[in-house]
C-alpha cells in the first residue's frame, strides 16, 4: 500500500519556466516531509524538506509547499535549467512511523533548452 | 570526507547463490538504512538501523539479513538469491530523523 504517491511519471518544462512536482500521502501522521533529486547511476540526493508546523520553505530557485488537509505538497522549480533534469522523489516520515521513511515512485523532470 | 560507498557496485548471483553488500559511511551516524529501487516503485525500505548493534525491519525484509557491527558499517545479506531481488541498492545513513545522505548503488542482478 503506497503510503506516498506522485501520480505523474514525467514532466517535461521549457528552460526558464517553473517545474511543478507534486506528491500526495495518506498517512495523516505524517509530519516531515523531503524531496530528493537522482541522476542517472547515482544515489539521490537531498533537495529539501518541510515540517509539518510550516505550510512553504524556500531555498534558492526550490520552494516546497504543503498542504495538510489535502495531504499535498509540491515543488516548485523557478527557472528551471537543463541541469535540474532528473528524477524526483518526495519522501515522508513521522514520529509514530519508528524511524522509517516512505518514498513516492518519483517523477522524471526533463527541462527543454 | 567519502560519505556513504558502497561495496560491490555490480554482481550477478545465480538463484539459490549468496552474497553480502556492504555500506560505509564516515559521517557519525547514528542511522543506518538499505533500500532497493524497482522501475515503478520507487524506494522501498528493507532494514535499518538506529544505532550499533540494533536493526529493525523496514517495508520489505523478506529474503534479507543485516549486521550492524560497528557504526560506520552496515551490512545486507542475501542468503539465497532470487530473481526477484534483482534490483538496485541503495544504502543510506542520517543523523536522527533528517535528510539521509546516500551511497552510489549497488545493481544486482539474480539470474
Known amino acids: 500500500d503506497q503510503q506516498v504517491k506522485q501520480n505523474s511519471p514525467s514532466l517535461s518544462v521549457q528552460e526558464g519556466r517553473i517545474s511543478i512536482l507534486n506528491c500526495d500521502y495518506t498517512?495523516?501522521?505524517?509530519?516531515?516531509f523531503l524531496w530528493y533529486k537522482k541522476y542517472p547511476a547515482e544515489g539521490p540526493t537531498f533537495l529539501i524538506s518541510?515540517?509539518?508546523?510550516?505550510d512553504k520553505n524556500e531555498d534558492g530557485r526550490f520552494t516546497v509547499f504543503l498542504n495538510k488537509s489535502a495531504k499535498h505538497l509540491s515543488l516548485h522549480i523557478v527557472p528551471s535549467q537543463p541541469g535540474d533534469s532528473a528524477v524526483y522523489f518526495c519522501?515522508?516520515?513521522?514520529?509514530?512511523?519508528?524511524?522509517?521513511?516512505?518514498f513516492g515512485t518519483g517523477t522524471s523532470l526533463t527541462v527543454i533548452p | 570526507n567519502a560519505g556513504v560507498t558502497q561495496t560491490p557496485k555490480f554482481r550477478v548471483l545465480k538463484t539459490g547463490q549468496s552474497m553480502t553488500l556492504l555500506c560505509a559511511q564516515d559521517?557519525?551516524?547514528?542511522?543506518m538504512y538499505w533500500y532497493r529501487q524497482d522501475p515503478g516503485m520507487g524506494l522501498r525500505l528493507i532494514h535499518y538501523?538506529?544505532?550499533?548493534?540494533?536493526?529493525a525491519k523496514g517495508e520489505v525484509p523478506d529474503g534479507y539479513n543485516v549486521s550492524r557491527l560497528k557504526k560506520q558499517n552496515f551490512l545486507l545479506g542475501l542468503e539465497s538469491a532470487a530473481p526477484s531481488q534483482t534490483s538496485v541498492y541503495f544504502c543510506?545513513?542520517?543523523?536522527?530523523?533528517?535528510?539521509?545522505?546516500f551511497g552510489p548503488g549497488t545493481r544486482l542482478t539474480v539470474l
Open positions: 498517512n495523516s501522521m505524517f509530519d516531515y
Open positions: 519522501a515522508a516520515s513521522a514520529e509514530a512511523t519508528g524511524n522509517q521513511f516512505y
Open positions: 518541510i515540517s509539518s508546523i510550516k
Open positions: 543510506a545513513s542520517s543523523s536522527a530523523m533528517t535528510e539521509q545522505f
Open positions: 538501523s538506529v544505532g550499533e548493534g540494533t536493526t
Open positions: 559521517m557519525n551516524h547514528e542511522y
